[in-house]
C-alpha cells in the first residue's frame, strides 16, 4: 500500500464535508463544479487540494455562481461523465432553475448538500428547508445522520442514480456545522472494493443523451401542448418510483459489501417493533434521539423511532407498514413548509401517505417544528416531544401552555417573559 | 424499452423517421434527429442582402454569423441561408467593403410580387 492510498483507506478522523470530499473521490468522479458557500466550502477546498496535490484525477472547475455550477455540472453530465457538486441554503436556491434541468434530462449526478437556514434573517446553521425547497424538482432527496453516513450516502447515491431504470439526479443533505465542520471516525473501504461496487461508466455516454458526432441528436426542444409533455413529466414520476426498489436493493448489496446497515435505503428504525408511541425524524436530531428512547424506555415507555434517510421519493407503502401497530404518531421537521396542512414538509406527507391506507388513516398523527436556523434540539427537548405524544394519546386533548399552531407543535422556541 | 434506442445508433443506419403512438414507447427525454430544426428564417425583419459585385471573398461575414447560416459557394462566393437566418445584421456591420445590405422583408416581398 502505497502512503497516499493510506489516507484514503481504513478509520479515519473526517470532518462531515470532508468525508463529502472523500466520497467524490472514491467515486472516481470526473467533473467536479463548485463554487464556495458556507457551510459547504470544506467540500470545495478539499477537493481543490486533492486535484492541486494529484491526488484525485478530475476536472475541477471553479465557476462564478452557483446557477453556473448546475448549468456546467448538465453539460459535463450530457457529455457521460461522472458527475459531482455540493452546496447549501441560499446556494442551492440560486441554482434551483437548472436543478430541475438536471432532473429533467434524467441525468445521473450527485449532490451533497451541507443544509443551512433560508435568509432573511440571513443564517448559515443547520435547518432542511433548503432541500425541501427542491423536493418537487425530481431528484431524489436523502437525508444523512451521520458522518459515515454522508460518505456512504455518495457511493450509494452513483450506483442508485447511474441505473438505467432510474437516471434521476440524487442530493444527499446533512446539517450544515452540526455534521458538515465536527469530525467522527470514517471507515472508508479500499480502493478496489469500491471500484468493484459502483458501475462502470459507459464509455459512449448514457443511453439516452450522448454528445457523439456520429450520432447526433437535439434534445430538450420546445415540445407543445399537444405532444408529449404531460407524457415525459410522468415518466419522471415512474423513475421516482422505480428509484424506490433500486434505493432498496442497492442498500442491502452495500451492507453485504461493507457491512454497514441503513435498514430499507429509505428509512431505518430504532426500538419500533413493539413500539405504541413512535416519532419519525431525520437528520442529526434523529441520531441524538436514540438516547432520549433509551432514557424513556428504561422509565417504562414503549417508544421507538423512525429515521427517514429518503425523502423523495417518498417511502408511503413502507411507513404505513411499520407505523400501523402503532398508538400515536409524532413527525419532527427541522424545517419548515409556510402555509401547508401542518407547517413542516415531511409532517405534511406523512397525513397525506398514511390517509392512503385503512390501518393508519385514523392514527394520531402529531407534527413538530424545532431547530430551525441551527437552533440546538437538546435531549431535554426531544422528551418534551414524547411526553406531548404521551398527553395526547392518555387524556386525549392537546397540552396547553405549549406554542401550538394549527395542531403543529413548534419546540424550543424562546419566551422570556416573567409569569 | 421503445425504438427510441435506434436514435442512439450512428448516423446511417439509424431510421429515417422517429414515430411514437403512446408515451410508454418515449426516450426519457425528449430527443430528436438535428435536421428538424424550425424555419427560423421567418422571424427575420431585416434580410442581409449581398452585392456580389463588391464582394471580395475575405469571409467576414461567414466567420461572424453568429447562427453559421453562411456558406461558401463553389464560385468561392459566399451565399447566405435564409430559412435559417434570422436578420441580425452583424455581417452587414463587419462586412469590410460593405458590400452588404439589410433591406426590409417587406420590401422585398414587394419586389417579388412586382416582379
Same mark, same amino acid.
Given at each position: 500500500?502505497?502512503?497516499?492510498?493510506?489516507e484514503?483507506?481504513?478509520?479515519?478522523l473526517?470532518?462531515?464535508?470532508?468525508a463529502?470530499?472523500?466520497a467524490a473521490?472514491?467515486? #472516481?468522479?470526473?467533473?467536479?463544479?463548485a463554487?464556495?458557500?458556507?457551510?459547504?466550502t470544506?467540500?470545495?477546498?478539499?477537493?481543490?487540494?486533492l486535484?492541486?496535490?494529484g491526488?484525485?484525477n478530475?476536472?475541477?472547475?471553479?465557476?462564478?455562481?452557483?446557477?453556473?455550477?448546475?448549468?456546467?455540472?448538465?453539460?459535463?453530465?450530457i457529455?457521460?461523465?461522472?458527475?459531482?457538486?455540493?452546496?447549501?441554503?441560499q446556494?442551492?436556491?440560486?441554482?434551483?432553475?437548472p436543478?430541475h434541468?438536471?432532473?429533467?434530462?434524467?441525468?445521473?449526478m450527485?449532490?451533497?448538500?451541507?443544509?443551512?437556514?433560508?435568509?432573511?434573517p440571513? &443564517?448559515?446553521? !443547520?435547518?432542511?428547508?433548503?432541500?425541501?425547497?427542491?423536493?418537487?424538482?425530481g431528484w431524489?432527496i436523502?437525508?444523512?445522520?451521520?458522518?459515515?453516513?454522508?460518505?456512504?450516502?455518495?457511493?450509494?447515491g452513483y %450506483?442508485?442514480?447511474?441505473?438505467p431504470e432510474?437516471?434521476?439526479?440524487?442530493?444527499? !443533505?446533512?446539517?450544515?456545522?452540526?455534521?458538515?465542520?465536527?469530525?467522527?471516525?470514517v471507515?472508508?473501504?479500499?480502493?478496489?472494493?469500491?471500484d468493484?461496487?459502483?458501475?462502470?461508466?459507459?464509455?459512449?455516454?448514457?443511453?439516452?443523451?450522448?454528445?457523439?458526432?456520429?450520432?447526433?441528436?437535439?434534445?430538450?426542444a420546445l415540445?407543445?401542448?399537444?405532444?408529449?409533455?404531460?407524457?415525459?413529466?410522468?415518466?419522471?414520476?415512474? !423513475?421516482?418510483?422505480?428509484? %424506490?426498489?433500486?434505493?432498496?436493493?442497492?442498500?442491502k448489496?452495500?451492507?453485504?459489501?461493507?457491512? #454497514?446497515?441503513?435498514g430499507?435505503?429509505?428509512?431505518?428504525?430504532?426500538?419500533t417493533?413493539? !413500539?405504541?408511541y413512535?416519532?419519525? &425524524?431525520?437528520g442529526?436530531?434523529?441520531?441524538?434521539?436514540?438516547?432520549?428512547?433509551?432514557?424513556?424506555r428504561?422509565e417504562?415507555? &414503549?417508544?421507538?423511532?423512525? &429515521?427517514?434517510?429518503?425523502? #423523495?421519493?417518498?417511502?408511503?407503502e413502507?411507513?404505513?407498514?411499520?407505523?400501523?401497530?402503532a398508538?400515536?404518531?409524532?413527525?419532527?421537521?427541522?424545517?419548515?413548509?409556510?402555509?401547508?396542512?401542518?407547517?413542516g414538509?415531511?409532517?405534511?406527507?406523512?397525513?397525506?401517505?398514511?390517509?392512503t391506507?385503512?390501518?393508519?388513516?385514523?392514527?394520531?398523527i402529531?407534527?413538530?417544528?424545532?431547530?430551525?436556523?441551527?437552533?440546538?434540539?437538546?435531549?431535554?427537548?426531544q422528551?418534551?416531544?414524547?411526553?406531548?405524544l404521551?398527553h395526547?394519546?392518555?387524556k386525549?386533548?392537546?397540552?396547553?401552555n405549549?406554542?401550538?399552531?394549527?395542531?403543529?407543535?413548534?419546540?424550543?422556541?424562546?419566551d #422570556?417573559?416573567?409569569? | =424499452?421503445?425504438d427510441?434506442?435506434?436514435?442512439? /445508433?450512428?448516423?446511417?443506419? *439509424?431510421?429515417?423517421e422517429?414515430?411514437?403512438?403512446?408515451? /410508454?414507447?418515449?426516450?426519457p427525454?425528449?430527443i430528436? $434527429?438535428?435536421?428538424h430544426?424550425?424555419?427560423?428564417?421567418?422571424w *427575420?425583419?431585416?434580410r442581409?442582402?449581398?452585392?456580389?459585385?463588391?464582394c471580395?471573398?475575405?469571409?467576414f461575414? $461567414?466567420?461572424?454569423?453568429? @447562427?453559421?447560416?453562411?456558406? @461558401?459557394?463553389?464560385?468561392?462566393?459566399?451565399?447566405? @441561408?435564409?430559412?435559417?437566418c434570422?436578420?441580425?445584421?452583424?455581417?452587414?456591420? @463587419?462586412?469590410?467593403?460593405?458590400?452588404?445590405? =439589410?433591406?426590409?422583408e417587406s420590401?422585398?416581398?414587394?419586389?417579388? =410580387?412586382?416582379d
Amino acid at each position: 500500500m502505497t502512503k497516499v492510498e493510506s489516507e484514503f483507506e481504513g478509520v479515519h478522523l473526517l470532518k462531515g464535508n470532508f468525508a463529502a470530499a472523500y466520497a467524490a473521490r472514491a467515486a #472516481r468522479v470526473q467533473v467536479v463544479t463548485a463554487f464556495p458557500i458556507t457551510p459547504q466550502t470544506l467540500i470545495v477546498e478539499k477537493i481543490s487540494d486533492l486535484v492541486d496535490s494529484g491526488k484525485m484525477n478530475c476536472e475541477f472547475i471553479r465557476m462564478e455562481s452557483e446557477h453556473s455550477v448546475m448549468a456546467a455540472l448538465v453539460g459535463a453530465s450530457i457529455a457521460g461523465a461522472r458527475t459531482y457538486t455540493g452546496t447549501s441554503g441560499q446556494g442551492l436556491l440560486y441554482m434551483a432553475e437548472p436543478v430541475h434541468w438536471a432532473a429533467g434530462t434524467r441525468l445521473p449526478m450527485v449532490m451533497s448538500i451541507a443544509s443551512r437556514g433560508i435568509a432573511p434573517p440571513w &443564517n448559515i446553521w !443547520a435547518d432542511f428547508s433548503d432541500v425541501m425547497s427542491q423536493r418537487d424538482s425530481g431528484w431524489l432527496i436523502q437525508l444523512n445522520s451521520t458522518h459515515q453516513e454522508i460518505y456512504d450516502s455518495v457511493l450509494m447515491g452513483y %450506483k442508485i442514480t447511474e441505473d438505467p431504470e432510474v437516471m434521476l439526479p440524487l442530493m444527499a !443533505a446533512y446539517g450544515g456545522f452540526i455534521l458538515s465542520h465536527t469530525s467522527k471516525p470514517v471507515d472508508m473501504p479500499p480502493q478496489s472494493e469500491i471500484d468493484s461496487f459502483l458501475p462502470e461508466i459507459p464509455e459512449k455516454g448514457w443511453d439516452h443523451i450522448f454528445l457523439d458526432a456520429d450520432r447526433p441528436m437535439m434534445h430538450g426542444a420546445l415540445v407543445m401542448p399537444g405532444d408529449f409533455y404531460q407524457e415525459f413529466r410522468m415518466k419522471i414520476h415512474l !423513475a421516482q418510483l422505480r428509484a %424506490k426498489e433500486k434505493i432498496k436493493v442497492v442498500t442491502k448489496e452495500f451492507k453485504e459489501k461493507f457491512g #454497514r446497515d441503513y435498514g430499507n435505503g429509505l428509512f431505518y428504525e430504532y426500538k419500533t417493533s413493539d !413500539a405504541e408511541y413512535i416519532m419519525i &425524524n431525520y437528520g442529526e436530531i434523529a441520531k441524538q434521539m436514540e438516547l432520549t428512547i433509551d432514557t424513556l424506555r428504561n422509565e417504562g415507555y &414503549n417508544v421507538g423511532m423512525i &429515521n427517514l434517510r429518503t425523502y #423523495r421519493p417518498f417511502p408511503s407503502e413502507e411507513l404505513i407498514e411499520k407505523v400501523k401497530h402503532a398508538k400515536i404518531l409524532g413527525v419532527v421537521d427541522r424545517a419548515t413548509a409556510f402555509g401547508s396542512p401542518t407547517g413542516g414538509p415531511v409532517s405534511s406527507d406523512v397525513r397525506a401517505a398514511l390517509q392512503t391506507s385503512s390501518e393508519t388513516r385514523n392514527l394520531s398523527i402529531i407534527p413538530f417544528i424545532n431547530g430551525l436556523g441551527g437552533r440546538d434540539v437538546f435531549p431535554e427537548e426531544q422528551r418534551e416531544q414524547f411526553e406531548i405524544l404521551f398527553h395526547v394519546l392518555d387524556k386525549g386533548e392537546y397540552p396547553k401552555n405549549k406554542d401550538l399552531m394549527h395542531a403543529t407543535y413548534w419546540t424550543g422556541t424562546i419566551d #422570556r417573559r416573567s409569569t | =424499452m421503445g425504438d427510441w434506442k435506434n436514435i442512439c /445508433k450512428d448516423k446511417d443506419t *439509424r431510421p429515417k423517421e422517429q414515430t411514437y403512438s403512446s408515451w /410508454k414507447d418515449l426516450p426519457p427525454i425528449p430527443i430528436c $434527429f438535428p435536421a428538424h430544426a424550425s424555419d427560423t428564417g421567418s422571424w *427575420r425583419t431585416n434580410r442581409p442582402v449581398t452585392d456580389y459585385t463588391k464582394c471580395t471573398k475575405c469571409g467576414f461575414c $461567414f466567420l461572424y454569423c453568429p @447562427e453559421g447560416t453562411i456558406h @461558401e459557394g463553389e464560385d468561392g462566393y459566399y451565399h447566405i @441561408e435564409y430559412d435559417y437566418c434570422k436578420g441580425c445584421g452583424v455581417c452587414a456591420n @463587419e462586412c469590410p467593403v460593405k458590400c452588404i445590405s =439589410m433591406i426590409l422583408e417587406s420590401d422585398v416581398q414587394e419586389e417579388k =410580387m412586382n416582379d
